[in-house]
């Protein structure tokens, strides 16, 4: 159980995500629990491809760890998801502004009308 | 947004081009060494965001126009796309120049091995189009946020007249 | 009071759930059989050429990923300029 730690906080990092974006009122906090959700995310995929002893998948200067690599694909296609997340992050944060520009307050609960 | 105090400026002035070099280091050696277009790109965009923090939007927007980046952003993309397309006979995205004696087309001996700046086909062009892209968009996004977040702060626009 | 409940109850239902299915995934460290990634590691530098395999596998082996990222960046730029533009603009 102590062994698979990693996954333990992966747990806890999503569903303390998750209660913020779903019980939170303030629209800054929203955005912020969001990228905490993709946060675990990530970590969730990297740590699925760990191989114990290994090392990093690079040929350069590789010493005696060349026996053993861990698994690279787990890594690129993290790097993907990242930069997707960035982009949700920065859509996100540009909608906080226009809505607070229009209606003044960034509470949600203010923010119901259909067409503005 | 109004600049730091002059500790904080100089402090900019010295090291801020350390991370632009480090930028450019980390995306033309994304073969051989961990990194590449995507993580040096970010590193050149924190340079940028450095600058405009510490020197402030005015100073900012006399240096640079919001053009150069758009420049950079969609040629990045067009190269990176013809570089796909110069492979057709094969398939897309076909590496047609690794160990063809062209240029970037050594061959690498199998196992471990001091790396050559010389090698891997269009991994490298790529590389540099991914940057060049990752660098324009971030930059960018950086200056249109900032011109929201103060629309009286813009050169060259009539301002007068708002009524937001 | 009521709010409190189902704070509750949603925290339960979803870490029950994470907890239930994260015992489902192989113990760290030890991932069993990768034929792919052996496959990777062992002709990424023959193939693509390059020493680095997680660069090779991001543009080289499954490149048209990249593409699709590229294209959702450059949309997300576009989308914050268009959010950002002054009123009066032709």
Redesign the interface.
Known sequence: MIGNFPYLVVGILFVMGFVGLVFEKNLMKIAIAMSVVEAATNLFIITLGYRSGGS?P??????GG?SRMVLPTPQALT?TA??IGLATT?LM??FV?MIY?HYGSLDVRDVRRLRG | MNPLSVVARTVCNLFAWFLAVFGIYVIIH?????G?G?QGGAVVATFMAFLLVAHGGKKMQSWVKKDIFTLM?CGG?TL??SA?LLGMSNT??Y?FL??AGGLFG??????????ALN?????AL??LS?GL??VG?LS??LL??F???H?EESLG?EEAG?D? | MKARIFFLISILLVGGLLWTGLQAVHPFGIPGETPMDDYFIANA????????V???I???YR??D??GE?AV??T??IS??A??R??GHN
């Not at chain 2, 090698?119 to 991994?123: A, F, H, K, Q, Y």
């Open positions: 990093i690079v040929w350069t200067m590789a010493g060349s790097l990242i930069v920065a944060l540009s502004m520009r | 994304g073969h051989l060494t961990p590449g995507f952003e993309l990176f796309i796909g897309f995205f590496n690794a160990k050594s061959a690498v001996p199998i196992g471990p091995n001091p790396g090698t891997s086909g269009t991994i790529m590389n991914v892209e990752v968009g960018m996004i249109y946020m011109s929201g977040a629309p626009r708002h937001r | 530098q023959g193939e693509a050429a390059a020493n680095n997680v660069t090779s991001v543009f080289d490149g048209f990249t593409l590229g960046l450059f997300a730029v914050v300029a959010l950002f002054k009123r």
